[in-house]
């Protein structure tokens, strides 16, 4: 049964130049169980683009400071929630999808949030935008992203 719903959308864009993590601003939410033995069910996905060739974009899930929803460690492999990889030639950013189930064991309220990432360390990672924006035309999207959760009872 679902308790309650919180949502984020955001339509403006942000841009990102470094390979250091970084709040994407809009796409956080706050949400406070009923029971600490409810979970929170987080649906979450960050449209991104890049313009310069070729970008691994990066996402963290995170509750408050601890990040959440990671792949398994594996050699150097960093540990993300979900991983876009995009080029600087389309005109329509590519999608970064989570869904995950949290237990956050508290009655205290909780943010989410989403955090992004270039890994390549070269050009500029926007979201809600593409990298090939030169164009005012009817085939360059402008799009959003959203972030929510909800508490589902134990």
Same mark, same amino acid.
């Given at each position: 049964?679902?308790?309650?719903?919180?949502?984020?959308?955001k339509?403006?864009?942000?841009?990102?130049?470094?390979?250091?993590?970084?709040?994407?601003?809009?796409?956080?939410?706050?949400?406070?169980?009923?029971?600490?033995? %409810?979970k929170?069910?987080?649906?979450?996905?960050? %449209?991104?683009?890049?313009?310069?060739?070729?970008?691994?974009?990066?996402?963290?899930?995170?509750?408050?400071?601890?990040?959440?929803?990671?792949?398994?460690a594996?050699? %150097?492999?960093?540990?993300?929630?979900?991983?876009?990889?995009?080029?600087?030639?389309?005109?329509?950013?590519?999608?970064?999808?989570?869904?995950?189930?949290?237990?956050?064991?508290?009655?205290?309220?909780?943010?989410?949030?989403?955090?992004?990432?270039?890994?390549?360390?070269?050009?500029?990672?926007?979201?809600?935008?593409?990298?090939?924006?030169?164009?005012?035309?009817? %085939?360059?999207?402008?799009?959003?992203?959203?972030?929510?959760?909800?508490?589902?009872?134990?």
């Open positions: 049964k679902v308790l309650q719903v919180v949502s984020a959308t339509t403006d864009t942000s841009s990102f130049t470094s390979t250091t993590f970084a709040d994407i601003s809009g796409l956080s939410v706050a949400i406070t169980p009923s029971s600490s033995s %409810n929170i069910l987080i649906l979450s996905y960050a %449209n991104c683009g890049y313009d310069y060739g070729n970008a691994k974009i990066a996402i963290k899930l995170l509750r408050d400071s601890t990040i959440i929803n990671l792949g398994d594996a050699g %150097n492999r960093i540990r993300l929630s979900s991983s876009v990889y995009v080029n600087s030639s389309n005109a329509s950013p590519f999608s970064a999808m989570s869904n995950f189930l949290d237990s956050p064991s508290t009655t205290s309220s909780v943010t989410y949030k989403l955090q992004a990432g270039n890994l390549d360390g070269n050009g500029t990672v926007y979201v809600n935008r593409p990298g090939d924006d030169w164009a005012d035309a009817t %085939n360059h999207a402008s799009v959003t992203s959203t972030i929510t959760a909800m508490e589902i009872s134990a």
